[in-house]
Each structure stands twice: as structure tokens, then as C-alpha cells.
């Protein structure tokens, strides 16, 4: 049984690290898809369905299958480390479902890889895009879908748990329980710190003082992480796992980060990309759920700081400041590589300077 207990985040700290976002997967798509096929006949009792690639933006191959007019979505997951998660996230996703949040009904998950070599979903297939391209495209009511997201993200956060971090899978598989490996919230935001910051400064993202200075600020910090629960956080929140039309959410995908985590977690995330006034929204909505924790600001900094050494690691890991004007993370703001590096070296560094001298959010 594979575990995560000693990840922070999987894109960027598993053994095989950047796998699936380089594209270089162990077995081409058009191989596994002859597998696929078998497991659709299994799954349909039948042969008579059509099965084509569909190409995705995260860790997972992904297909779509057409039988008797209705459609359905695949992922799968066939990294070398063998990858359980699957179940964790189905688990998730159903909790999400019933506070009545949308997102894709599972028709089946299975990560055993008894009868295929993957683990997989397969899902409800769904008709319409991530937000992510209505907000490339400026015809995003983005207020509106802000606010809606920060009522959403107040909502699942009812869902607490014991524990901090990734999910404990052996306990859910023995007890259906889910609940975070670490017993402390530090110890899971200080996971792999140290390497996170030694590889950006190995990398020349950041110098030696930069990281002397950061390491030191998040222990003077650490107080803030003394959190008694944990709260469902998605880990992985952004508009392209959003999906609805031009001023509406119709469903949140893609849970397969997901933790016991701060309340401040996912809002730092949305912090990541966007701007004080989209934030802002985020803000209001949340709070005609749930009020903001307390110290809300300086845990705020304290996550987007985080949140943004990590997005860093991985931006530079797979090489993303190099990609092509077309990349699905570029935007009119930051339109090629060169510039979304300097809005990743900004961010980070606000995020940095916000936490030191205790600003208030008023610019990002």
C-alpha cells in the first residue's frame, strides 16, 4: 500500500516528481487506451461503446467513453509509484456532494491494479468547460464566481477531521475513517520545507538569503499553525478545477490533493492567481457562511507564502516558464514564461514581506 504521509504536496514531492506534468509517462496513452477499452466492456457488460483520448492538464490520463447516447469521463492513474489516492478522493468527493456542493459523480474506483495496471475512475462526464478558459477569454463574471466559490470553499470546510495532511488511506480502507497522518498542523506544513527551498535555491529562483530569510520567518511564525482540527481543504483550488459557464458554478473537480488542512489554505491558493479585488469576493462570500478564523491575516500570508514556494517548485520543475504562449496557466497578465516567472517571484516575495511587517491584504 502506497502512503503519503510524507508528502506536502504530491506534484512536486513524489519519488518520481514532475512524472505526469513533463508528459513523460511510462506508457503512452494510445498503449493503456487498448486496456482502457477492456475495462469499459467489463464496466458496460458490452462492447458496443465508442472510447476516445481526451488530452488533460493534470496528473491523470483521461478518456471519454459514449454508450446508448450518454457520455462518461476516465482518469487514470499510472505513475510508477503505484498511487492509491483515488479512493481517498471518491471518499471526499461524496462528503462534498452531500452538503450539496457539485462535483462529478463516480460510477466506480478501483486502485487494487488486480485486474488492470492503473488505477481509475469512471465518472460523469461534463458537458461544459473549466472556468479558467471564460476567464482567459474576459467574459468571466469573475465578482460573482468569486463570491460563490468563497461560499462554497466555507461550506466544505464544515467537514473537519482529526489529524493534519494527506489522508490516512490504510485507516480509511480499515475503519472508512478519514483522517490526516500527522497529529500536529505544523508538521505537515514544515513537510519538506527545507527541500522545497534548497531546490528553488539550487535552481537560482531564489538565493541563500532568501531562503535563510523565509525558514526563519515561518518559525516565527509557527505559533499560528497551532490549529485543535483540521478542515477539508482542496489543495488544488483554482478556476481550471471549477467548471460552470460565464457566471455560474456548476462543479468542482480534480480532489486528488485534497487535506485536513487550515481554513486559510484554499483562499491562499486563489491567492496564488488573482488580485486583491478577486479576493476580495472570496472574502465576502465566505462570510455569509462562516466567519474568517481568527488571525485570519497573518495565517492568510503565512499559507499564500507556502502555497507559493510550492507552485515555484513546480514551475520550475517542469519547466513551465518555458512553455509556449498557449499554456493553460498563462493569461493576459502574464501572457509568456518570462513574465509569469516575475509574477512568481512577486507573489512569493509579497506573500513574504505581508507576513514580516503584518500588512493588511490591500495589494496583490
Not at 481526451?54 to 478518456?63: M, Y
Not at 489522508?167 to 520545507?193: P, Q, V, W
Amino acid at each position: 500500500m502506497t502512503s503519503r504521509k510524507n508528502i506536502y504536496y504530491w506534484k512536486c514531492d513524489r519519488p518520481s516528481a514532475f512524472h505526469a506534468i513533463k508528459g513523460n509517462a511510462e506508457v503512452t496513452t494510445e498503449n493503456i487506451k487498448k486496456e482502457v477499452d477492456i475495462l469499459l466492456t467489463h464496466f458496460f457488460s458490452s462492447n458496443d461503446f465508442e472510447s476516445t483520448v481526451v488530452s488533460g492538464q493534470g496528473n491523470h490520463l483521461t478518456f471519454k467513453a459514449k454508450r446508448h447516447q450518454k457520455d462518461y469521463f476516465i482518469r487514470i492513474e499510472n505513475g510508477p509509484e503505484g498511487d492509491e489516492y483515488m479512493e481517498i478522493e471518491t471518499e471526499v468527493m461524496k462528503c462534498v456532494q452531500r452538503l450539496g456542493i457539485p462535483t462529478p459523480h463516480i460510477y466506480v474506483v478501483d486502485s487494487s491494479r488486480k485486474y488492470y495496471s492503473f488505477a481509475y475512475q469512471i465518472m460523469e462526464y461534463l458537458d461544459f468547460g473549466d472556468l479558467n478558459k471564460i476567464y482567459k477569454d474576459n467574459k468571466l463574471d469573475v465578482l460573482q464566481v468569486m463570491h460563490t466559490l468563497g461560499q462554497y470553499i466555507a461550506r466544505w470546510q464544515k467537514l473537519t477531521f482529526e489529524g493534519f495532511g494527506t489522508f490516512n488511506l490504510k485507516l480509511f480502507r480499515e475503519n472508512g475513517i478519514l483522517a490526516g497522518h500527522h497529529s500536529c498542523y505544523a508538521d505537515y506544513y514544515m513537510t519538506n520545507l527545507e527541500k522545497h527551498l534548497h531546490f528553488l535555491e539550487e535552481q537560482h529562483f531564489i538565493d541563500k538569503k532568501q531562503q535563510k530569510n523565509i525558514y526563519e520567518e515561518v518559525q516565527k511564525h509557527e505559533w499560528l499553525l497551532a490549529i485543535s482540527h483540521g478542515v477539508l481543504v482542496h489543495k488544488d483550488i483554482a478556476l481550471w478545477n471549477v467548471m460552470g459557464d460565464s457566471n455560474s458554478i456548476l462543479s468542482v473537480i480534480d480532489w486528488d490533493d485534497s487535506i485536513s488542512g487550515d481554513p486559510t489554505d484554499d483562499i491562499s491558493l486563489m491567492a496564488c492567481f488573482h488580485s486583491t479585488k478577486e479576493i476580495n469576493a472570496i472574502f465576502n462570500g465566505y462570510q455569509t457562511v462562516s466567519p474568517l478564523p481568527d488571525n485570519f491575516i497573518p495565517r492568510f500570508w503565512l499559507h499564500l507564502l507556502r502555497n507559493m514556494i510550492v507552485k515555484a517548485v513546480i514551475r520550475v520543475g517542469a519547466g513551465y516558464f518555458k512553455k509556449n504562449n498557449d499554456f493553460f496557466l498563462f493569461n493576459s497578465q502574464h501572457s509568456n514564461g518570462m513574465i509569469f516567472h516575475d509574477f512568481t517571484v512577486t507573489r512569493l516575495n509579497k506573500a513574504l514581506e505581508c507576513l514580516k511587517e503584518g500588512k493588511e491584504i490591500i495589494e496583490l
